[in-house]
């Protein structure tokens, strides 16, 4: 009897939350003391593998390799919460007046030790309007703060490009584009091959598992 995989089971479901599911497996690979206990192996591999292959939107180039140094102090959130104020509200915005703002969640942070990271992932669901532009306002309003660069990344199937909707007014030289088919999977594989996942069974599985689900519905 061939073995069962939860993760196409859950993909396939009706109604499946795909990209939830997908950015919650991959924040808790990507934080260093999340439940694989393999500290940061997989977050170093993410930045060299994935974030530093992402291409500028403006024109197409490799961006600069991101200068992280160390990784003790990096934390990992999924879908961060926040709110923007709504398009048609002149007024200013008082803090206990929450109907005016609509509510946005970014699907993964990453506060790394020179940077603060946003990326929106997009597996099935489409561009809202002024999404790109709201998320960098965001990650740079974070990064501000904690005196760190903020930078946003755009996650798709093949590493299309935002909508000039979703772009709004923001500058396209600070958005990066990666894909799942030429960065995730490969890191994915990459995290496989390491001897700390090999040597652990159940995370070699699981990680497996997900590596081909995800490849299926990519």
């Known amino acids: 009897m061939s073995q069962i995989n939860v993760f196409t089971m859950l993909f396939e479901m009706h109604g499946s939350p795909r990209e939830k ?101 997009k597996l099935t669901a489409g561009d809202s309007a002024n999404q790109c532009q709201d998320y960098y306002s965001e990650a740079m309003s974070v990064a501000k703060k904690i005196g760190k660069t903020p930078l946003l990344y755009y996650l798709t199937k093949n590493g299309s490009s935002p909508s000039p909707e979703s772009i709004g007014n923001l500058d396209p030289g600070n958005i990066r584009l990666i894909s799942f088919s030429n960065e995730i999977l490969p890191w994915l594989k990459d995290c496989l091959n390491q001897l700390q996942t090999k040597n652990d069974v159940a995370l070699y599985d699981l990680m497996k598992n997900f590596y081909e689900a995800l490849k299926k519905i990519l």
Not at 57 to 83: K, M, W, Y
Not at 85 to 95: D, E, G, L, M, Q
Request: glycine share 4%; hydrophobic share 35%; with cysteine.
């Open 21 to 121: 599911i997908v950015c919650r497996f991959i924040s808790e690979l990507l934080n260093p003391k999340g439940a694989h206990d393999k500290g940061d192996i997989y977050l170093k591999k993410f930045v060299t593998k994935v974030l530093n292959r992402g291409r500028l939107l403006s024109n197409g180039n490799i961006a600069n390799p991101l200068n992280v140094g160390t990784f003790s102090d990096a934390t990992i959130e999924c879908e961060h919460p926040f709110r923007v104020r709504n398009p048609r509200t002149i007024r200013p915005i008082k803090r206990r007046d929450q109907k005016r703002l609509r509510k946005h969640s970014m699907d993964i942070m990453m506060n790394l030790n020179n940077y603060y990271v946003a990326i929106e992932v």
